[in-house]
């Protein structure tokens, strides 16, 4: 079961994410051990593998660096839900395979610790913990296909070997 | 239905008569610019997939910035990666160190940049290639590779907001307060997904380095893109710059072309500006936040690196000292030279300033003037998040290189004016 992790801010940004300090490594294990670390030090620990992030506004936003997304996968963040997401980070998460989510008034709807179920396909976040569904629009479909192909690279692979 | 320059660029460039904002287009792209962040996973990337080739070695530019010179056993792993594959792949246009520069200054001074092209950087701030009636935006790794492998990138077609400024910059006041305004106006997300088109009278009077800034910060208000139409000032720059002179189309917006908004801003009326922590939105007139102490000035980066701001600088340094640490980075070698030439170092000597060598360095909180706990900058970098510039709890302040080194002087925030 995935527990939500609600941050009531707006433009959570990359640096937040992943400060820039660390940016002299792309190894997706040592990135996740810093991430979230200059918005909240305790992220690390108390994510569990599956659990989400849920934002407000503009979340992503700043640089173009994917280990904003590496860090949050290697922390085995299942998705980040939020109001609406910076577009480099967003393009960045599809080419990843990572589920970015968007959905209107986002931690208004999920509670800091909720248990989530999340079906992509359908657009629907199960909010077990309110007993409530939550519809979300799904990602447009060539960018589902971009992430069941395993992202970007093994997409245009898989058109080449066609 | 007329087109903006945006959506023309990017029409040609999937080889389409029209499109219209929310199209996905495959575009061809012109020019990839890589640095040694986001390039060296992207080698990576494409090594482990086995689709290692370059789409044409001719059209990459590389230039390690954001750790160069090396700053410790992991940045220099990172550039022994990007410097590998340049040589194997036969990279043309590779700027090593002694060459290397801030890759946003160098790329357009060492004629890389063209207009009516389509270029593109594993750096959010590639946007300022905009400034020359070019579509240029940044990307991540994953984008980087395929585009390095296929010369291709999918793009949905932005809508466009017109930004018109009106009037013209008094003393004092320069295009990175205009930039800083129009953020301060519309939010770190007040461009989400759109092109940022700037035009009117304002920027007949604005160079190619002033443009430049305005451009490159087009990403802190969330836009895909920053572009500026082609003219005089434009043309000249690029008959200093570019080899080849003749190869480039020029695209103009048409006058019935769709824009989501028009914004109006006007230049004569602009202060001095000062972005507080810890967006680049918090941008206030310098008349209602003089007198806050400093611990620290910067004075460079891909925004306020260059030969112009540098000579502003050394114009109101020039007899003064100053009275915090300030750090002073000319953005390319050609920069630092032409600044030595011109004796500006002196100045910057004799005020107590430290001069780089190009580089990122502190601007992202790399290396090189880090900030502690409780210290607060003044900036002439492009973002001031939360940590940006070293510790989490610095606070970094967002201003023109004239508004940077007055506070300098006098080691709190002051209106440049007074020494101009």
Request: glycine share 8%.
């Given at each position: 079961?995935?527990?939500?992790?609600?941050?009531?801010?707006?433009?959570?940004?990359?640096?937040?994410?992943?400060?820039?300090?660390?940016?002299?490594?792309?190894?997706?294990?040592?990135?996740?051990?810093?991430?979230?670390?200059?918005?909240?030090?305790?992220?690390?620990?108390?994510?569990?593998p599956g659990d989400c992030i849920v934002a407000g506004d503009d979340f992503g936003c700043g640089s173009s660096r994917e280990h904003a997304v590496w860090a949050l996968q290697g922390a085995k963040v299942g998705a980040v839900i939020a109001n609406n997401f910076a577009r480099i980070f967003y393009r960045n998460c599809i080419n990843c395979g990572f589920y970015p989510i968007e959905l209107t008034d986002a931690t208004s709807k999920i509670k800091d610790g909720d248990e989530v179920e999340i079906d992509y396909k359908k657009g629907?976040?199960?909010?077990?913990?309110?007993?409530?569904?939550?519809?979300?629009?799904?990602?447009p479909d060539f960018a589902i296909e971009i992430i069941n192909d395993g992202g970007l690279l093994e997409h245009i692979k898989k058109g080449t070997a066609d | 239905?007329?087109?903006?320059?945006t959506e023309k660029i990017l029409a040609a460039s999937a080889g389409k008569k029209n499109v219209e904002p929310g199209d996905l287009i495959d575009a061809k792209i012109d020019c990839i610019m890589c640095h040694d962040v986001t390039t060296p996973a992207a080698i990576s990337m494409l090594k482990e997939k086995g689709i290692d080739k370059v789409f044409d070695n001719k059209k990459i530019v590389v230039t390690p910035d954001h750790f160069q010179p090396a700053k410790d056993i992991k940045s220099a792993e990172l550039h022994k990666r990007l410097d590998d594959w340049a040589r194997a792949k036969k990279i043309k246009n590779y700027y090593p160190l002694g060459?290397?520069?801030?890759?946003?200054?160098?790329?357009?001074?060492?004629?890389?940049?063209?207009?009516?092209?389509?270029?593109?950087?594993?750096?959010?701030?590639?946007?300022t290639y905009g400034a020359f009636a070019a579509f240029s935006t940044g990307i991540g790794s994953?984008?980087?590779?395929?585009?390095?492998?296929?010369?291709?990138?999918?793009?949905?077609?932005?809508?466009?907001?017109?930004?018109?400024l009106n009037g013209k910059l008094s003393k004092g006041v320069y295009s990175k307060d205009v930039i800083l305004d129009v953020i301060a106006k519309i939010g770190t997300d007040g461009a989400l997904y759109k092109a940022m088109e700037f035009v009117g009278p304002a920027l007949k009077s604005m160079s190619m380095e002033?443009?430049?800034?305005?451009?490159?910060?087009?990403?802190?208000?969330?836009?895909?893109?920053?572009?500026?139409?082609?003219?005089?000032?434009?043309?000249?720059?690029?008959?200093?710059?570019?080899?080849?002179?003749?190869?480039?189309?020029?695209?103009?917006s048409d006058a019935d072309a769709k824009y989501e908004q028009t914004i109006e801003i006007n230049c004569s009326k602009l202060e001095p500006m000062v972005a507080f922590p810890h967006l680049p939105s918090g941008g206030k007139e310098i008349g209602d936040c003089k007198g806050l102490a400093m611990n620290q000035a910067y004075i460079g980066s891909c925004t306020n690196g260059r030969i112009e701001d540098l000579r502003i600088v050394a114009k109101i340094m020039k007899g003064k000292t100053v009275k915090i640490r300030t750090i002073i980075v000319p953005a390319t070698p050609v920069i630092w030279k032409q600044a030595m030439d011109e004796k500006l170092f002196d100045i910057f000597y004799?005020?107590?300033?430290?001069?780089?060598?190009?580089?990122?360095?502190?601007?992202?909180?790399?290396?090189?003037?880090?900030?502690?706990?409780?210290?607060k900058c003044?900036?002439?970098?492009?973002?001031?998040?939360?940590?940006?510039?070293?510790?989490?709890k610095s606070e970094v302040y967002l201003a023109s290189p004239a508004t940077a080194a007055a506070s300098a002087i006098e080691g709190k925030l002051v209106d440049c004016r007074k020494y101009l």
């Amino acid at each position: 079961m995935a527990k939500a992790h609600v941050y009531k801010r707006d433009h959570i940004n990359t640096d937040e994410i992943i400060p820039a300090r660390y940016l002299n490594t792309d190894n997706v294990a040592e990135l996740a051990t810093h991430c979230m670390e200059d918005l909240d030090t305790g992220f690390i620990k108390k994510c569990k593998p599956g659990d989400c992030i849920v934002a407000g506004d503009d979340f992503g936003c700043g640089s173009s660096r994917e280990h904003a997304v590496w860090a949050l996968q290697g922390a085995k963040v299942g998705a980040v839900i939020a109001n609406n997401f910076a577009r480099i980070f967003y393009r960045n998460c599809i080419n990843c395979g990572f589920y970015p989510i968007e959905l209107t008034d986002a931690t208004s709807k999920i509670k800091d610790g909720d248990e989530v179920e999340i079906d992509y396909k359908k657009g629907v976040i199960t909010n077990k913990t309110q007993k409530k569904e939550i519809t979300f629009k799904p990602l447009p479909d060539f960018a589902i296909e971009i992430i069941n192909d395993g992202g970007l690279l093994e997409h245009i692979k898989k058109g080449t070997a066609d | 239905m007329g087109m903006t320059i945006t959506e023309k660029i990017l029409a040609a460039s999937a080889g389409k008569k029209n499109v219209e904002p929310g199209d996905l287009i495959d575009a061809k792209i012109d020019c990839i610019m890589c640095h040694d962040v986001t390039t060296p996973a992207a080698i990576s990337m494409l090594k482990e997939k086995g689709i290692d080739k370059v789409f044409d070695n001719k059209k990459i530019v590389v230039t390690p910035d954001h750790f160069q010179p090396a700053k410790d056993i992991k940045s220099a792993e990172l550039h022994k990666r990007l410097d590998d594959w340049a040589r194997a792949k036969k990279i043309k246009n590779y700027y090593p160190l002694g060459k290397a520069g801030v890759c946003h200054a160098l790329l357009p001074e060492q004629g890389h940049i063209k207009p009516g092209e389509v270029i593109i950087g594993g750096d959010s701030h590639t946007c300022t290639y905009g400034a020359f009636a070019a579509f240029s935006t940044g990307i991540g790794s994953t984008d980087l590779a395929a585009a390095i492998a296929t010369g291709t990138l999918w793009f949905r077609v932005p809508s466009s907001i017109k930004f018109v400024l009106n009037g013209k910059l008094s003393k004092g006041v320069y295009s990175k307060d205009v930039i800083l305004d129009v953020i301060a106006k519309i939010g770190t997300d007040g461009a989400l997904y759109k092109a940022m088109e700037f035009v009117g009278p304002a920027l007949k009077s604005m160079s190619m380095e002033a443009r430049m800034t305005i451009t490159n910060m087009a990403i802190e208000a969330g836009g895909k893109n920053g572009i500026i139409g082609f003219d005089d000032v434009t043309k000249k720059y690029l008959d200093e710059h570019l080899k080849d002179k003749k190869a480039y189309k020029v695209y103009e917006s048409d006058a019935d072309a769709k824009y989501e908004q028009t914004i109006e801003i006007n230049c004569s009326k602009l202060e001095p500006m000062v972005a507080f922590p810890h967006l680049p939105s918090g941008g206030k007139e310098i008349g209602d936040c003089k007198g806050l102490a400093m611990n620290q000035a910067y004075i460079g980066s891909c925004t306020n690196g260059r030969i112009e701001d540098l000579r502003i600088v050394a114009k109101i340094m020039k007899g003064k000292t100053v009275k915090i640490r300030t750090i002073i980075v000319p953005a390319t070698p050609v920069i630092w030279k032409q600044a030595m030439d011109e004796k500006l170092f002196d100045i910057f000597y004799a005020a107590g300033c430290v001069v780089s060598a190009p580089t990122c360095g502190a601007c992202l909180g790399g290396f090189m003037g880090i900030l502690a706990a409780g210290e607060k900058c003044i900036s002439t970098t492009n973002r001031n998040f939360v940590g940006r510039m070293g510790s989490p709890k610095s606070e970094v302040y967002l201003a023109s290189p004239a508004t940077a080194a007055a506070s300098a002087i006098e080691g709190k925030l002051v209106d440049c004016r007074k020494y101009l």
